[in-house]
């Protein structure tokens, strides 16, 4: 599905409802649903000790693909991962490879990371996760492609529940990014796809940085 917004954002009502920043407690008692659900869970307190979190978890010479995610960029992961040098990067390989010549080869790499690292849209009280995706290229590898997956979620990304965290996207999420596509590519984007994770089959897959602080959409 594509639903298409003029590049206004979101409305007064939905950035009252999904923009605000949930509770110590909440956060806790998201972070526990998240445990129950197979997925491993951090709390920290800000954008910083996140950073400091996924170096933690990312072993040094680890080959790693970082989604494209605001909450990434504006806490210094993004860099850390493409720049530092202490792993082996995959978006920067694949922007030096040919798409015509190589196509195969990028979608190989870019579908079975050793290790993503990314944000979401949602996360519930019960411990699901929601992203949306344009292309759908990064769900893949989330859902099972990936070795290990490590999501750092602002902690004004909690939602009652599925429908609420469905909500957000499209009412909230989407106006955003569809202006932050508009002004970078001139291009709209699109809830193309959607992603719910509501339980991990493979323990300790997935782990979740919740961050006690307003980060990314």
């Known amino acids: 599905m594509t639903r298409e917004?003029?590049?206004?954002?979101?409305?007064?009502?939905?950035?009252?409802?999904?923009a605000g920043l949930a509770s110590d407690e909440e956060i806790g008692d998201v972070a526990s649903a998240l445990e129950r659900n197979?997925?491993?869970?951090?709390?920290?307190?800000?954008?910083?000790?996140?950073?400091?979190a996924v170096r933690s978890i990312l072993p040094i010479g680890a080959e790693v693909?970082?989604?494209?995610?605001?909450?990434?960029?504006a806490i210094?992961?993004?860099?850390?991962?493409?720049?530092?040098?202490?792993?082996?990067?995959?978006?920067?390989r694949l922007y030096q490879m040919d798409r015509e010549m190589q196509a195969?080869?990028?979608?190989?790499?870019?579908?079975?990371?050793?290790?993503?690292?990314?944000?979401?849209?949602?996360?519930?009280?019960?411990?699901?996760v929601l992203i949306a995706s344009a292309s759908g290229s990064q769900l893949?590898?989330?859902?099972?492609?990936?070795?290990?997956?490590?999501?750092?979620?602002?902690g004004q990304k909690i939602v009652a529940d599925v429908g609420t965290g469905l909500r957000r996207i499209y009412e909230y999420c989407f106006?955003?990014?569809?202006?932050?596509?508009?002004?970078a590519y001139g291009?709209?984007?699109?809830?193309?796809?959607?992603?719910?994770?509501?339980?991990?089959?493979?323990p300790s897959r997935i782990s979740a940085v919740l961050v006690k602080q307003s980060l990314g959409f």
């Open 140 to 154: 893949g590898p989330l859902v099972s492609g990936a070795g290990h997956v490590i999501l750092v979620i602002g």
């Open 5 to 18: 917004a003029g590049n206004g954002g979101p409305t007064e009502d939905a950035v009252a409802e999904f």
């Open 76 to 92: 210094g992961v993004a860099e850390d991962i493409e720049r530092s040098g202490l792993y082996q990067s995959l978006r920067p």
């Open 175 to 183: 106006p955003l990014e569809d202006r932050r596509a508009r002004d």
């Open 187 to 202: 291009l709209p984007s699109g809830v193309n796809n959607i992603l719910v994770v509501n339980r991990v089959v493979t």
């Open 104 to 128: 195969r080869e990028m979608r190989q790499l870019a579908a079975a990371p050793d290790f993503v690292v990314g944000s979401a849209h949602a996360v519930t009280e019960e411990g699901s």
């Open 38 to 52: 197979g997925i491993t869970s951090l709390v920290v307190d800000s954008g910083e000790q996140a950073r400091d």
């Open 65 to 73: 693909f970082n989604n494209t995610s605001r909450t990434l960029e």
